[in-house]
């Protein structure tokens, strides 16, 4: 590795698993100092673990990152433990796959507590420390669906549309006080949430077909593909890149 997040102190929200959990792998044996705060305690230390068997530094702190009060106790604990924070990456979402016209409010108003309060809440929580500390890297999950719409997906999709412009908000608002907030937008994934996806819409006579997904993207993508990107997004190495939208899924959204 080259040590490309060396002296930096990194929380990724969702970092248990998945494209968070490779994330959590990567930006370790890249020298950064990891916090992942998560609600599935198990499959975090599990991680953790493993980053510190392969010796790197990285700790968990269990929480709803829906919720304000456990953000905020999970930010100071960070903080406390491993010095303030200057690269965040907000990765923490899940999906709800259904007939718009069955969508509940109750979903409405959960799925947007998941995917987006909690950009909000996380951001406002690390922003004064790391502007304190002269700047810092914000990287969210974002999606294909902010910009390529699916039928099922007329939630999850909204809640990606609001990550994409949060993102760039950010960046605009906070960019003299040398923070950068970028966006990662996956395609079609091999995670527990990809693969639930392809299923559901599958279910649903959506044709997400191996097919299908190989004539968008060429072939489902792995965990690693988003890690990778957002290690570029979150070190000096995009230090000129601020409020941009990466999309990793292998020109799906170039067609």
């Given at each position: 590795?080259?040590?490309?997040?060396a002296?930096k102190?990194?929380?990724?929200?969702?970092?248990?698993?998945g494209?968070?959990?490779?994330?959590?792998?990567?930006?370790?044996a890249?020298?950064?100092?990891?916090?992942?705060?998560?609600?599935?305690?198990?499959?975090?230390?599990?991680?953790?673990?493993?980053?510190?068997k392969a010796?790197?530094?990285?700790?968990?702190?269990?929480?709803?990152?829906?919720?304000e009060?456990?953000?905020?106790?999970?930010?100071?604990?960070?903080?406390s433990?491993?010095g303030?924070?200057?690269?965040?990456?907000?990765?923490?979402?899940?999906?709800?796959?259904?007939?718009?016209?069955?969508?509940?409010?109750?979903?409405?108003?959960?799925?947007?507590?998941?995917?987006?309060?909690?950009?909000?809440?996380?951001t406002?929580?690390?922003?004064?420390?790391?502007?304190?500390?002269?700047?810092?890297?914000i990287?969210c999950?974002?999606?294909?669906?902010?910009?390529?719409?699916?039928?099922?997906?007329?939630?999850?999709d909204?809640?990606?549309?609001?990550?994409?412009?949060f993102a760039?908000a950010?960046?605009?608002e906070?960019?003299?006080?040398?923070?950068?907030?970028?966006?990662?937008?996956?395609?079609?994934?091999?995670?527990p949430?990809?693969?639930?996806?392809?299923?559901?819409?599958t279910?649903?006579g959506?044709?997400?077909?191996?097919?299908?997904?190989?004539?968008?993207?060429?072939?489902?993508?792995?965990?690693?593909?988003?890690?990778?990107?957002?290690?570029?997004l979150?070190?000096?190495?995009?230090q000129?890149?601020?409020?941009?939208h990466?999309?990793?899924?292998n020109?799906?959204?170039?067609?």
């Open positions: 590795m080259t040590n490309r997040l002296g102190v990194a929380i990724i929200s969702g970092g248990a698993t494209m968070g959990g490779a994330s959590s792998r990567l930006f370790a890249e020298g950064a100092k990891v916090a992942i705060i998560d609600r599935n305690a198990d499959a975090a230390e599990e991680t953790a673990a493993a980053i510190r010796g790197g530094v990285c700790e968990v702190f269990v929480a709803d990152v829906s919720d009060a456990q953000v905020e106790s999970a930010v100071r604990q960070v903080e433990s491993l303030t924070v200057t690269v965040l990456f907000n990765h923490a979402g899940t999906i709800v796959i259904k007939p718009f016209l069955e969508t509940t409010l109750e979903e409405w108003d959960w799925l947007h507590a998941v995917n987006v309060r909690s950009m909000f809440l996380m406002r929580a690390v922003l004064p420390g790391m502007i304190a500390a002269g700047g810092g890297s990287v999950t974002s999606s294909i669906s902010a910009v390529a719409a699916t039928p099922m997906e007329v939630l999850y909204t809640t990606k549309g609001a990550v994409h412009m760039r950010i960046a605009v906070f960019r003299d006080r040398n923070i950068r907030c970028n966006a990662v937008c996956p395609g079609f994934i091999r995670t949430h990809g693969l639930r996806e392809v299923a559901e819409l279910a649903h959506v044709d997400v077909s191996e097919s299908a997904i190989a004539a968008q993207q060429g072939r489902i993508g792995e965990p690693e593909d988003v890690a990778r990107a957002a290690l570029y979150a070190s000096d190495d995009s000129f890149v601020n409020g941009v990466l999309f990793v899924d020109g799906f959204t170039a067609i």
